[in-house]
């Protein structure tokens, strides 16, 4: 059976693209390798086939998840038929947005000999798929047809549309073959219904989204006990929650670690090949694992291993890498995430944030700059781009930056603080404490200080002057381990960087070998 993994986007985000964006490498963002841009794609393979995203024309825009369901069913079809070069969903998925380009243009791009394009229209119970194969080099049609089926009847649409496609392309269809295509992640298509919901929703995750998305999976498992991709991205579900801090007065992390864990866990006793359930293993063991990460590297390296053309496995990988301190091999993973998939806006942005901390700021408001053109709905990496600009000092414009991603974060903990942290250091102390008191005030108890927060509340006291209050509160964040260490290059924590407490916590949670960014 194909296991299709979990398409994790990492919800970083973003906002508005500024007009000289560039790499560091002096190219146009996205920003991808100068060796990769260099050597340009190999010549198309005869067998080679691209499946293009099938546009939703219906009138109802929230049917979007069907024909995005629907081509990603059919990519992991055709990649069962061993004689047949399917370019990945990730590799697609960067050319979604690119208009009206050639066939030709097309398959150079995606190095394919073959292109299967399509359009779903839904009408109440009943769907309606176009669907055509063209040669790219001529834009000449191989096959093509049309099914107006019923909803439940998707699964055998993209079964039939494998077929026909396979067939067109590498001719006859060995018995074998046929049955590895025809091969079902559920045969309930109520159950399949609710799977598709969950993984559009899922894709950018945030606190208002994830709960609802455990909820389609969990309706698919209701239908479905046996539905194990269904299980897999209810353990991705809890595990990014996990990182992202999405906790609530019932959802404690804790209880987000326990239940993420069970479903992994279970998920890869039935499937000991399920890469989303590696990628929630890997996730899961920087947490539960603060110190040491003990497992993390060798679960995400295991989902690298399964999907190694899956963007999202490499991208994690980087992400405990970094955490651990292995710069280098962070970059490197970094590097294959994007040249698989340019629009990686996390391992884009992550380049940004390890030239932050080795104090390239240049290098960093470049990446930044990449980041900003590929996701203009966000405010994280806005922010990030405005300290970069303030520590090569643009004072000014890192402020008005600072501004807008609180504007666009709606009041996000992170985007205040930034702003905090810049007035502070910028002699605008009134303003800057009081942006601060609300959020000191959340954590004027003796409870421990989540890493996120707590960094940023830290940094925040250094730049009004109160030193002795930063420390005490760095000590109170946990985990405590090589993740909060990450944070610690940050410039702004110069002033109290000779001080003995912050020396001592340095070297308390270090990683083994630590070695500075660079």
């Not at 964040?477 to 109290?496: E, K, Q």
């Amino acid at each position: 059976m194909h296991r299709p993994l979990i398409p994790i986007a990492i919800a970083c985000c973003v906002a508005a693209r500024t007009a000289a964006a560039q790499c560091p490498d002096g190219t146009p963002p996205p920003c991808s390798t100068r060796a990769a841009r260099a050597a340009g794609p190999a010549a198309p393979a005869a067998n080679s086939v691209a499946v293009l995203y099938f546009e939703n024309i219906g009138r109802d825009t929230s049917d979007a998840y069907i024909a995005e369901g629907l081509t990603e069913e059919v990519t992991a079809r055709l990649g069962q038929v061993q004689r047949l070069a399917v370019t990945s969903r990730t590799a697609v998925r960067r050319l979604r947005n690119a208009g009206e380009m050639p066939t030709g243009e097309l398959g150079r791009a995606l190095n394919a000999s073959y292109l299967v394009n399509g359009s779903v229209r839904r009408s109440g119970a009943q769907v309606r798929v176009t669907v055509e194969l063209v040669r790219a080099s001529s834009g000449a049609r191989v096959w093509g047809d049309q099914f107006d089926r019923s909803t439940s009847d998707l699964l055998a649409i993209q079964e039939d549309i494998a077929i026909q496609v396979a067939t067109g392309i590498a001719g006859r269809l060995a018995p074998a073959e046929r049955a590895s295509i025809a091969a079902r992640p559920t045969r309930d298509p109520v159950a399949y219904d609710h799977y598709l919901r969950g993984l559009r929703i899922i894709k950018r995750p945030s606190p208002s989204v994830m709960g609802p998305a455990i909820h389609e999976f969990e309706a698919a498992l209701v239908r479905d006990p046996a539905f194990t991709e269904a299980r897999a991205g209810i353990a991705v579900a809890y595990a990014l929650s996990v990182n992202w801090g999405f906790t609530t007065a019932e959802l404690p992390p804790e209880t987000l670690l326990a239940r993420g864990r069970e479903a992994m866990e279970r998920t890869l006793r039935e499937d000991p090949a399920s890469a989303a359930a590696w990628m929630a293993r890997g996730v899961l063991l920087m947490f539960e694992r603060p110190r040491t990460f003990e497992g993390s590297v060798e679960a995400l390296q295991r989902c690298v291993t399964t999907e190694p053309d899956n963007a999202n496995c490499w991208n994690w990988l980087a992400v405990a890498q970094r955490r651990l301190g292995d710069y280098e091999g962070s970059m490197r993973s970094m590097e294959r995430s994007v040249a698989l998939d340019p629009t990686q806006i996390q391992a884009v942005a992550d380049r940004g944030f390890i030239a932050f901390q080795a104090r390239r700021f240049g290098d960093a408001i470049r990446w930044y700059d990449s980041a900003l053109v590929l996701d203009t709905l966000g405010w994280q990496n806005l922010a990030y781009r405005g300290r970069a600009l303030f520590e090569f000092g643009d004072t000014v414009r890192a402020i008005a930056e600072a501004r807008r991603a609180v504007a666009i974060g709606g009041g996000q903990r992170t985007a205040q603080l930034t702003l905090a942290q810049m007035l502070g250091r910028s002699g605008q102390a009134p303003e800057a404490r009081a942006l601060l008191a609300p959020l000191l005030a959340a954590y004027a108890g003796p409870d421990s200080i989540p890493v996120r927060d707590g960094y940023e509340l830290a940094l925040a006291l250094v730049s009004v002057g109160e030193r002795d209050a930063a420390l005490a509160l760095l000590e109170r964040i946990r985990p405590r381990g090589p993740w909060l260490y990450s944070y610690l290059f940050f410039p702004a924590f110069d002033p109290v960087r000779a001080d003995p407490r912050f020396q001592r916590l340095a070297a308390e949670i270090a990683p083994p070998n630590p070695r500075p960014p660079n």
